[in-house]
């Protein structure tokens, strides 16, 4: 067994320094995932302590042989998040303010920018970091060749590859679906 798969049971079997270790290790991608999605701090820390309680809850129907912790605890991240944001919505739909949430013709594009925001943490450096600065911060090419510090052509096959994994994950949520 690898490290995460004997977490992963340790896990499942309820051991108390496991739920530690699990947290510590997995936090900050839940929290990422959350606040890449909500974009409100206090909403993403109130979804990572969600999943968390979530997981310790159901975690015997967690199985290490079929899934890693991590990617299980995207799951139960992106189906926090979505919750989040219906409540974000009832919220404003109570405070009369419909017109500016998302409505529900909008859940697969939320459910989307979950899957690559994991996705994308799930890609590490350099190919996570160059994909941001491209998308997320708009930087060119040779901008980022620059900041990095980095031949122009190693930028541009970190940006292929990345987006070529990227592909295979989007793909493969939208066939789960």
Same mark, same amino acid.
């Given at each position: 067994?690898?490290?995460?798969?004997?977490?992963?049971?340790?896990?499942?079997?309820?051991?108390?320094?496991?739920?530690? %270790? =699990?947290?510590?290790?997995?936090?900050?991608?839940?929290? @990422?995932?959350?606040?890449?999605?909500? +974009?409100?701090?206090?909403?993403?820390?109130?979804?990572?302590?969600?999943?968390?309680? @979530?997981?310790?809850? @159901? +975690?015997? $129907?967690?199985?290490?042989?079929?899934?890693?912790?991590?990617?299980?605890?995207? &799951?139960?991240?992106?189906?926090?998040?979505?919750?989040?944001? *219906?409540?974000?919505?009832?919220? +404003?739909?109570?405070?009369?303010?419909?017109?500016?949430?998302? &409505?529900?013709? $909008?859940?697969?594009?939320?459910?989307?920018?979950? =899957?690559?925001?994991?996705? %994308?943490?799930?890609?590490?450096?350099?190919?996570?970091?160059?994909?941001?600065?491209?998308?997320?911060?708009?930087?060119?090419?040779?901008?980022?060749?620059?900041?990095?510090?980095?031949?122009?052509?190693?930028?541009?096959?970190?940006?292929?590859?990345?987006?070529?994994? %990227? *592909?295979? +994950?989007?793909? &493969?949520?939208?066939?789960? $679906?």
């Amino acid at each position: 067994m690898t490290e995460p798969e004997v977490l992963g049971a340790r896990f499942r079997d309820g051991t108390a320094d496991a739920v530690r %270790l =699990v947290y510590e290790q997995y936090s900050s991608m839940v929290y @990422s995932i959350a606040l890449r999605t909500l +974009r409100n701090v206090a909403d993403a820390e109130d979804v990572t302590q969600q999943v968390f309680v @979530s997981a310790w809850r @159901s +975690r015997d $129907r967690f199985d290490p042989a079929r899934a890693p912790i991590g990617a299980w605890l995207s &799951g139960i991240t992106r189906n926090a998040v979505a919750d989040a944001l *219906r409540r974000r919505a009832r919220d +404003r739909s109570d405070l009369g303010e419909a017109e500016d949430t998302p &409505g529900p013709d $909008r859940t697969d594009e939320i459910v989307d920018q979950v =899957v690559v925001a994991q996705a %994308l943490t799930e890609l590490g450096p350099p190919q996570q970091d160059v994909l941001e600065l491209a998308f997320f911060e708009r930087l060119t090419h040779t901008e980022i060749a620059e900041r990095m510090d980095l031949p122009l052509g190693t930028v541009k096959s970190h940006i292929n590859r990345g987006l070529r994994r %990227l *592909r295979t +994950r989007m793909e &493969g949520s939208h066939a789960s $679906r």
